[in-house]
T-cell receptor
């Protein structure tokens, strides 16, 4: 119940295309869902985050879509660029207790071809 | 503002040894969390410290321990190293109860 399932494991997209990464969770106590981007040799960097009371959040070319009833959320990268090539992780945080513990998905390796 | 710093960046140890990793959070951040990242298990939560107190712990053996100092800097220690402890150890900090966590570049530990 503590897992966050992420798919696909890897993704190849042409420059200018839309990259879509999906995540699903079981624990309804999760109330904060961030997406992180990680380049080789670097730590993860927060990209965008959403709460369950919002169905969509957009920041630049990055959009999170959230379906509370299905317990699913996804990251859409519009107009994908070669510089977006990285590993993307979805995550979830439990609101119970004073903690910042994040449960991470398994990651998606995105390659944007020029 | 300087980001999260971790030292050392790379470390090679042999089985049975112990290791101490250090993390300096962003100035003003009082929460520090540690994660282990491996190709097989992904990113897994180790523990979190807030104002020098451990307030959450992941499912790791007692060989993994940590502490936080009054200036919010944190250290984690792994005793009796095993080959499977080879990983990237990431530290993340956040401001008080805020949820946004900022990760450091990590310490890559190789156990031979």
């Amino acid at each position: 119940q503590q897992q966050v399932k992420q798919s696909p494991q890897s993704l190849i997209v042409q420059k200018g295309g839309i990259s879509i990464i999906n995540c699903a969770y079981e624990n309804t106590a999760f109330d904060y869902f961030p997406w992180y981007q990680q380049f080789p040799g670097k730590g993860p960097a927060l990209l965008i985050a959403i709460r369950p009371d919002v169905s969509e959040k957009k920041e630049g070319r990055f959009t999170i879509s959230f379906n509370k009833s299905a317990k699913q959320f996804s990251l859409h990268i519009m107009d994908s660029q070669p510089g977006d090539s990285a590993t993307y992780f979805c995550a979830a945080k439990d609101y119970g207790g004073a903690t910042n513990k994040l449960i991470f998905g398994t990651g998606t390796l995105l390659a944007v071809q020029p | 503002k300087a980001g999260v710093t971790q030292t050392p960046r790379y470390l090679i140890k042999t089985r049975g040894q112990q290791v101490t990793l250090s993390c300096s959070p962003i100035s003003g951040h009082r929460s520090v969390s540690w994660y282990q990242q491996t190709p097989g298990q992904g990113l897994q939560f180790l523990f979190e410290y807030f104002s020098e107190t451990q307030r959450n712990k992941g499912n790791f053996p007692g060989r993994f321990s940590g502490r936080q100092f009054s200036n919010s800097r944190s250290e984690m220690n792994v005793s009796t190293l095993e080959l499977g402890d080879s990983a990237l150890y990431l530290c993340a900090s956040s401001f008080g109860g805020a949820e946004t966590q900022y990760f450091g570049p990590g310490t890559r530990l190789l156990v031979l």
